[in-house]
């Protein structure tokens, strides 16, 4: 085997692979109980797409798509930034919501409905 | 003779990178809770998104091709744990409890009962 003809086996090897990756990140998104849960999902999702961007690059041979990549990179990052200051402020975590809808004490509610 | 010898490694390093993506989804599909999760997402997933952006470096033989991949690899590594860190503390600071496993919980006795 040359070693132009092992670059293009690596590469559809690597595709198969990071598909998989794909695919059991995605479950994790529909499956995910908690919201932070499915963010992180959400960034190892970036990053699969990322490695996606750089074995096409290799395939191809088009270095292009590199900066495409780059900009993926920053584009995530900043959601995952994003998504994480709206926990901090509007997630709750479910047990607690529970909690406090269970609880007959109407304090708890009224502080509630302000927050939303 | 050169050029193919570094084609074997960029090939090699692509497996290698793909395989580390991989495990990075494996672990946040089995491991219990959002801090294991993001323990695997983050450290494993930015290790084999990096190794790819190196088989790119390695295998073009071009310094502006070079200089692009490693600063996007510069830029994942520096910005993968600001992303994680910030996730888990507003992860932690809205309630959401560690798993039962956990042995040591240095923070629990004030902010998660808030």
Known sequence: MSSA??????????????SLAFFLTILRIILGPT?????IALDM???IGIGYIAVVVIYTGYFLYLDIAIALGLVGFLA????????????????????????????????????? | ???????????LLMLAGSIFCLLAAVGLLRLPDIYTRMHAASKAGTMGT????????????????ILRAIAGFVFLLLTAPVAAHLLARAAFLTGHKPTELTIINELDSEKTKK
């Open chain 2, 1 to 11: 003779m050169i050029i193919a010898f570094f084609q074997y490694i960029g090939g």
């Open chain 1, 80 to 116: 995952t930034v994003a998504f994480a200051r709206f926990i901090l402020h509007r997630g709750r975590a479910s047990e607690q919501i529970k909690q406090m809808e269970s609880e007959p004490e109407p304090e708890a509610k009224k502080k509630r409905k302000r927050k939303l």
């Open chain 1, 5 to 18: 003809d092992f670059l293009i086996f690596a590469g559809i090897v690597s595709f198969a692979i990071l």
């Open chain 1, 35 to 39: 919201l932070p849960d499915r963010v």
């Open chain 2, 50 to 65: 990096g190794l790819l952006l190196t088989a790119i470096a390695i295998v073009s033989f071009d310094g502006a091709i």
């Open chain 1, 45 to 47: 999702l970036v990053y």
